[in-house]
C-alpha cells in the first residue's frame, strides 16, 4: 500500500486513477510515499524518510525544496504544457488589457451610475481618454519559446501580430511547434529593440532574476507594453514603475501581484489566474497522478526537474532503481556491485544528479550498493 499525501485539492479525474487497492489518499498523512501538490509551500516542511516522490500539479516548483530533495534521494516531477493553454489565454486577455485601457474604462463607466439618460451623453463625452491602439500589425516579442510562449506566439500570428521569439534552448521539436510566419531572433537584445510589445516566458533562475531591469528597459521602444505571466523575479518592478511614471513604458500587466504595484496607472495586475480554469486543473492532477503511479510502481521517471527520464521493463525477478550523483561509469559500478545477475540496465544524468535502473534475475546485494560512493538512494520493485 502506497500512502499519498495532498497539500492541495487535487482534481477527482487525477487521483482516480491510483487505484484504491494499492493508495490511501489523504491530506493528513503524516509519513507519506508521495505528495501531490499545487502551490502550498513544502520548505519549511519535514521529508520523511518514507518520501520517494513529489508531483507538482504544475510547471513551476518554486514552491518545493529541490536541492533538498535531490540530497535525499526524493523524484520531483512538474507538469509541463498541462496548464499550456490556459495560461496562453490570460496573456492573451492581458494583451488586449494593456492596449485597449479596458480596466480604466470599465472602473470610470460605473461613477456614471444614477445618471439615468445622461449616461450615453456622458460615455460619448469621456470615452476619448481610454483610447488605446490595436494589436493587429504591431510586433510582439515572447522571450522563451516552450510550451507556453509558443502557444502565444502562434496565436498572436493569428491575431494579426509580427512575431519574434528569442530562446537560448530552442531545440528543433520546439521549432515545429511554431508558427513558419514566428521569426526567431537572435537574442533578448534584439527582441528588446524591435517589440511594441514584450511577453516573458523564461523560468525563474538566479540568471533570469530581474531580468527586465532599467537597463533593458532603455534598450526598448519608447511605449513598449510588457506582459509577465511566468514569475514575479523576472522583473524589478520598481523600475517597471519608473519606466510607467516616465512613460517609456505604455503598460505593464502581470499575473503576480505584488504590494507595490498595486492601484498603479498602467499596471494591470490579475490574481495569478494562469491556470485557474477546470480544464487546467484536470490536466495537471492527471499528469501529476500518473507520474506518481509510472514512479513508484515501474520506477519509470518522466518530467522530472531534478532527475533524468529514465524507464525500463522488467523481464527478470526485479527491477533495482539508484539515485545517486552523477560519476563517470556509474552505471556500470552499480550493475558490478548489484550481486545477481543484471538481465538490462538504463541509466541517465541531470546535472550533478544520476539515475540507474537494473533489471535482475536474482537477489541483489543492497548493501553493497548502497556502498558504492555517491549512491544516496537504492529501492527494489518487484
Not at 521569439?165 to 513558419?180: M, Q, T, V
Not at 511605449?223 to 505571466?229: A, K, P, Q, S, T
Request: net charge negative; glycine share 8%.
Amino acid at each position: 500500500m502506497y500512502n499519498i499525501l495532498t497539500l492541495n485539492k487535487i482534481a477527482a479525474c487525477g487521483t482516480d486513477l491510483l487505484p484504491k487497492a494499492d493508495y490511501a489518499i489523504s491530506d493528513s498523512e503524516a509519513n507519506p510515499d508521495a505528495v501531490v501538490v499545487r502551490s502550498a509551500s513544502m520548505h519549511e516542511m519535514e521529508l520523511g524518510s518514507n518520501l520517494l516522490a513529489i508531483a507538482r500539479a504544475g510547471a513551476g516548483v518554486n514552491n518545493i525544496p529541490i536541492d533538498k530533495c535531490s540530497e535525499k534521494g526524493i523524484a520531483v516531477f512538474n507538469t509541463p504544457g498541462a496548464n499550456a493553454n490556459a495560461v496562453k489565454e490570460l496573456v492573451i486577455a492581458g494583451l488586449l488589457l494593456s492596449s485597449r485601457k479596458i480596466v480604466p474604462a470599465t472602473e470610470w463607466i460605473k461613477t456614471l451610475k444614477g445618471q439615468g439618460d445622461e449616461v450615453g451623453k456622458q460615455v460619448e463625452k469621456g470615452k476619448s481618454q481610454f483610447v488605446g491602439p490595436e494589436i493587429s500589425g504591431k510586433k510582439l516579442g515572447v522571450i522563451g519559446l516552450g510550451a507556453i510562449g509558443a502557444l502565444v506566439a502562434n496565436a498572436a500570428v493569428a491575431l494579426g501580430m509580427e512575431v519574434y521569439g528569442a530562446d537560448p534552448f530552442l531545440s528543433e521539436a520546439a521549432k515545429k511547434r511554431l508558427s513558419p510566419e514566428v521569426k526567431i531572433a537572435a537574442n533578448n537584445d534584439e527582441i528588446y529593440k524591435i517589440s511594441d510589445y514584450i511577453s516573458i516566458h523564461a523560468p525563474a533562475t538566479p540568471e533570469t532574476k530581474g531580468m527586465i531591469n532599467a537597463d533593458n528597459i532603455a534598450k526598448m521602444k519608447d511605449g513598449v507594453r510588457i506582459l509577465n505571466f511566468a514569475r514575479a523575479d523576472l522583473v524589478n518592478s520598481a523600475d517597471i514603475l519608473a519606466a510607467l511614471k516616465s512613460g517609456k513604458m505604455a503598460a505593464y500587466a502581470t499575473d503576480f501581484a505584488t504590494d507595490d504595484l498595486l492601484c498603479e496607472e498602467n499596471v494591470i495586475a490579475i490574481p495569478h489566474l494562469g491556470a485557474s480554469t477546470p480544464e487546467s486543473e484536470d490536466n495537471c492532477a492527471v499528469m501529476a497522478c500518473n507520474e506518481v503511479r509510472n514512479y513508484l510502481e515501474k520506477g519509470e521517471i518522466l518530467n522530472s526537474v531534478n532527475l533524468p527520464n529514465v524507464s525500463l521493463d522488467k523481464t527478470g525477478d526485479a527491477l533495482i532503481t539508484i539515485i545517486s550523483k552523477a560519476s563517470d561509469g556509474i552505471a556500470d559500478k552499480l550493475a558490478a556491485a548489484a550481486g545477481a545477475a543484471v538481465a538490462n540496465k538504463a541509466s541517465g544524468t541531470k546535472k550533478d544528479m544520476a539515475y540507474t535502473i537494473l533489471d535482475v534475475k536474482g537477489e541483489a546485494d543492497i548493501a553493497k550498493l548502497e556502498a558504492v560512493e555517491g549512491v544516496i538512494k537504492v529501492r527494489v520493485i518487484k
